[in-house]
């Protein structure tokens, strides 16, 4: 039982290139989300999903891209990534009203 | 105003004492509340939940005011693994289990 599975763990960019940030779980949660972190802040809402096919933009949902064709898999892609991306990336999953259960993150450096 | 606010601290204690903070909810019929803990932007991971009668684990109590709309956490006896930031998490939309993360309170605990 894995849990939540994060890939990459980190990873550098040019800017303008594109990159997919995985997440994988094993738990059978319905929900997903994904969050950014930047230096000295606290976690701010990408994307979300509630469910295979249903997905759902948080507070910072530009420059960014989410799917959700199984419960398992909810992958983030970047488009054309920009220096103010450049951050720590957590997938997190949970079961209604209940706790979050997180990966173990990406740190990605835009440059 | 904001969804969830914390005293971002730093609050910097010795071994041995005791640490209270607090954080505040927009939202008068959020139902879920949660402390996580997060080590050197480490993914976060739940410290407790909150109940409304208030629980206990261990050297740590977490209280629930719902009539000013606020969270505790109260550390007794501070170890130095203790130093971490904690972070507030809290439904912010009646009937929408998604959750929200305050900024965090750093709690740092010397020798």
């Known amino acids: ?111 | 105003r904001k969804e969830v606010e914390q005293d971002p601290g730093p609050f910097n204690v010795p071994e041995g004492a005791t640490v209270a903070f607090n954080c505040t909810y927009s939202n008068s019929a959020s139902q879920s509340f949660f402390w996580y803990r997060q080590d050197c932007r480490k993914e976060p991971k739940l410290l407790m939940s909150v109940y409304s009668s208030g629980n206990e684990d261990g050297r740590f109590t977490a209280q629930l005011n719902r009539a000013s709309q606020y969270i505790s956490l109260l550390i007794r006896d501070s170890k130095l693994s203790d130093s971490a930031t904690y972070l507030c998490v809290v439904n912010i939309r009646t009937n929408d289990y998604k959750l929200s993360f305050g900024a965090g309170t750093t709690v740092t605990v010397r020798a």
């Open chain 1, 1 to 111: 039982n894995a849990g939540v599975t994060q890939t990459p763990k980190f990873r550098i960019l040019k800017i303008g290139q594109s990159m997919t940030l995985q997440c994988t779980q094993d738990m059978n949660h319905n929900y997903m989300y994904w969050y950014r972190q930047d230096p000295g802040m606290g976690l701010k809402l990408i994307y979300y999903s509630v469910g295979a096919g249903i997905t759902d933009k948080g507070e910072v949902p530009n420059g960014y891209n989410v799917s959700r064709s199984t419960t398992e898999d909810f992958p983030l892609r970047l488009e054309l990534a920009a220096p103010s991306q450049t951050s720590v990336y957590f997938c997190a999953t949970q079961r209604v009203g209940e706790k979050l259960f997180f990966g173990s993150g990406t740190q990605l450096s835009v440059l």
